[in-house]
C-alpha cells in the first residue's frame, strides 16, 4: 500500500510511470523526494504542477546536505525558485556553505530570487545572437546549431527559463529562414575534421581495453595539474562529493590553510615489507608529480606499523627507487613517528563511546557476514581498564583487540583499530606490544600531515567512510582520499606473497631477478627511470584498474636508449675469421661514433686486426633463398672500417663443424657494393650475456580459468639464456654496473652487478625491435 501511494505521489509530481517505479528501487531517494513533495503540498495546500514536481526532483536527486531540504523545498513552493538555472545555484550555495545560519539576502541574490526576466529582455538577447550569426545561418539554414544561440541568450539571461529562450530562438529563426525546405530535411553531410595538434595528442582517457596507447601523450605534469583532475583545492575539502562536513569543518580547514599557506600536500606511503613494482611506479609518479605540478610537496612516509614483515633492506631499497625514479621527499616520515599521538587518540575514541576492546578472534572477525561482537557494549571505563592492559601486555596475542564502532562501506563492521603482537619494532624497540591498524593509522597520519589529496588506488575506495568517520569522530583536520585504477602486466606476478614463492623455488634469484616487474629488477635490467615514468605518463591516471602488455613498456624504454646508449659492438656465438690480405703490417684503429645518427656525441676507437669474429648466424656455407650476410661468392661489408670481405675458404674440425673462415678484404668504394654490413670484433675483451625472455608463458598467470595448475606451473623454462664466453669490443672495458650500451644489430644491454675485475656481465635490457610474436 505504501509504496502504491508513493508511486501515485510520484507520478502526480510530474514522472512517467516507469521513471517513478525506478526511483522507489533507489530507497534513499524515495524516502528524499517523498519528504520534499509532502513538505511542498503542505506549503502549497493543493496539488503540485508539473514543472514545480520537477524541480522537486532535481533537488531530491542532487542533494547532498539533507539538512537544507526543508529550506529549499519552501523556496521550490513559494516559486521563489521556479527555474532550473536557480535550482542549480542553490545546490551549489548550500555545498558550499555548510554551516548555519545561512544568509538568506546573500543566498537569495546568488540564486536569482525575486529577479524578473521580461518577454521582451528575452526577445531582445536572441535577436541579437541571432544578429551576430546572420550570415552562417542564411548559408546553413536549419543545419546551424541552434544550441549556440540558445547559450549565448542564457550567457545573457542567466535566470531566463530555457524553454522560454528555446521557443523565442525557434519563432525568430522561422521568421527569418521560413519553414522548412526539403534539403533543410535532409541529414547534414559529415565533414572529415582536419586532426588538429591537440586533438592527436591524446590523454590516459584514450587507453583502449587491450592496453595499447598512442605512440604521442600529454605529459605526467600536464596530466596531473590540478585543473586537469578537477580536484578540490586545498582548503576545500567540503565541495567534494561525499565529504561528510560537522559543525567544526569550516573552522578545521582554516586552521589548515593557515598551517599550510594553501599548499598541495601529498604523501607515498609504502609498507616496508617488500620491493616496490611497477604499479608503484604508478602510485610514486601520481603523488610526487601530482604535488610537484601543482607547485606543492610529498611526503614518503613508511606505514611501519606491523614489525612482524618488516625489514631494514626494505625501507633502504623503497628509499632508493623514489630517488632513482628522479623524486626528492620534501621529508621521510614514519607512521611509528606518530605512535604516541595515535595511542592518545585511541583512548579519546573510547572516552566518547566509539571504540572498546574485544575478544573475538581472528578467524571470528574474517569476513564481512561476521556476528556483532557481545563486548560491542561494554562499559566505556571497563574498556579503557583493558586497553590499557593490552599495552602493558597483559594479554596474549589474538586474545583481545581495540575496535571503532562503525560499519565499512564493503559491510565489514567494527574494523580493528589495535593488535597484540610482541616483536620488537625497527624503531621504537620494546616501548610497545600493542600496534595500530592501517584502518586506524592511515587518515590520522595524514591528518597529522595536513594531507590535502591523500590518493589512494581503487581498493581502497571501501576504506574511505572509515577515514572521513574516523577524522571527524576525533574532531580533527579531515583530508580528502582520491582513488585511481592500479596499474597490472600481463605475463607478471607482483604479489610480495608470490614472489617470495618464486625465490624459494629457484625460478628466480632474488627480487631484483630481471625477469622480474619489481622496481630493483627492472633497473638491474637496465630499464632507465625516464622510460618508467614515461610509461606511466601513457597509461595515464586512470580511475579504472590498467593492464597493460609489457612490450609497451619495452617501446618507451627504447625511445630513451635509442638516444642516450653509446654504440658498441658484441658477438654472442662468435666464429673466427682470418684476413689473409690485411692491408697493414698491425692493426688498425677505427672510429666509430657514440651515436651514428649524431656524430657531434664524439666517436670511440677499436682495433681492427687480420682476425676478427663476427656472428655465426652471419655466415653461411649453403644460404636459403634471401640471405644477405657472408656466403660463397656473396660477400659483407665489416661496420666502420670501409672494408669487405669475401670468402676464400672454409676451415672444418674433425666433427664437420666450421670452425673459423679464411677471407680477402678489398676497400668498400673499390668495386660493388655488398648487399649488407655486418659487425664484427677484433681482439676483443670476453663477457658473460644473459638473455631474457618473459618469465610466464600466459597471460595472466594468476587465473585459474587460464593457467589451472598456478602461476608456478606456467613457467617459461627458456626465461633465461646465458652466453658465458661472449665477445665485446675493449671500448667497453671502464664501463661500470648500470652502464647502458646498444650493441649494434643485437639489441640494448646494461652492465649487472655481478660484474668483476676482468670479466664484464651484461643484461639485455630490450631488444632493438619489437618482437612481432609477441602479442
Known sequence: MAALDSLSLFTGLGLS????????????????LREAATQAQQTLGSTIDKATGTLLYGLASRLRDTRRLSFLVSYIASKKIHTEPQLSAALEYVRSHPLDPIDTVDFEQECGV???????????????????????????????????????????????????????????????????????????????????????????KDVMENGETADQTLSLMEQLRGEALKFHKPGENYKTPGYVVTPRTMSLLKQHLEITGGQVRTRFPPEPNGILHIGHAKAINFNFGYAKANNGICFLRFDDTNPEKEEAKFFSAICDMVAWLGYTPYKVTYASDYFDQLYAWAVELIRRGLAYVCHQRVEELKGHNTLPSPWRDRPTEESLLLFEAMRKGKFSEGEATLRMKLVMEDGKMDPVAYRVKYIPHHRTGDKWCIYPTYDYTHCLCDSIEHITHSLCTKEFQARRSSYFWLCNALDIYC???????????????????????LVATGAVRDWDDPRLFTLTALRRRGFPPEAINSFCARVGVTVAQTTMEPHLLEACVRDVLNDTAPRAMAVLESLRVIITNFPAAKSLDIQVPNFPADETKGFHQVPFAPIVFIERTDFKEEPEPGFKRLAWGQPVGLRHTGYVIELQRVVKGPSGSVESLEVTCRRADAGEKPKAFIHWVSQPLMCEVRLYERLFRHKN???????????LSDLNL??????????????????????????????????????????????????????????
Not at 552562417?136 to 542564457?154: D, I, K, T
Not at 522560454?164 to 522548412?180: F, R, S, Y
Not at 595538434?197 to 591524446?202: I, K, L, Q, S, V
Not at 667497453?732 to 652487478?753: I, N, T
Request: charged share 30%.
Open 17 to 32: 510511470e516507469q521513471k517513478a517505479r525506478e526511483t522507489l528501487k533507489n530507497t534513499a531517494l524515495s524516502a528524499q
Open 114 to 204: 525575486g529577479v524578473i526576466v521580461t518577454p521582451e529582455q528575452i526577445e531582445e538577447a536572441v535577436e541579437a545572437a541571432i544578429n551576430r550569426h546572420q550570415p552562417q545561418l542564411l548559408v546553413e539554414r536549419y543545419h546551424f546549431n541552434m544550441g549556440l544561440l540558445m547559450g549565448e541568450a542564457r550567457a545573457v539571461l542567466k535566470w531566463a527559463d530555457g524553454k522560454m529562450i528555446k521557443n523565442e530562438v525557434d519563432m525568430q529563426v522561422l521568421h527569418l529562414l521560413g519553414p522548412k525546405l526539403e534539403a533543410d530535411l535532409e541529414k547534414k553531410p559529415k565533414v572529415a575534421k582536419a586532426r588538429l595538434e591537440e586533438t592527436d595528442r591524446r590523454t590516459a
Open 479 to 501: 583530508p580528502v582520499q582520491w582513488e585511481y585504477g592500479r596499474l597490472n602486466l600481463h605475463y607478471a606476478v607482483v604479489s610480495k606473497r608470490k614472489i617470495l614463492q
Open 701 to 711: 598467470p594468476e587465473d585459474p580459468t587460464e593457467v589451472p595448475g598456478g602461476f
Open 718 to 775: 627458456a626465461s633465461l639464456h646465458v652466453v658465458e664466453a661472449a665477445l665485446v669490443d675493449c671500448s667497453v672495458a671502464l664501463a661500470r654496473p648500470f652502464d647502458k650500451f646498444q650493441f649494434e644489430r643485437l639489441g640494448y644491454f646494461s652492465v649487472d652487478p655481478d660484474s668483476r675485475q676482468g670479466k664484464l656481465v651484461f643484461n639485455r635490457t630490450v631488444t632493438l625491435k619489437e618482437d612481432p610474436g609477441k602479442v
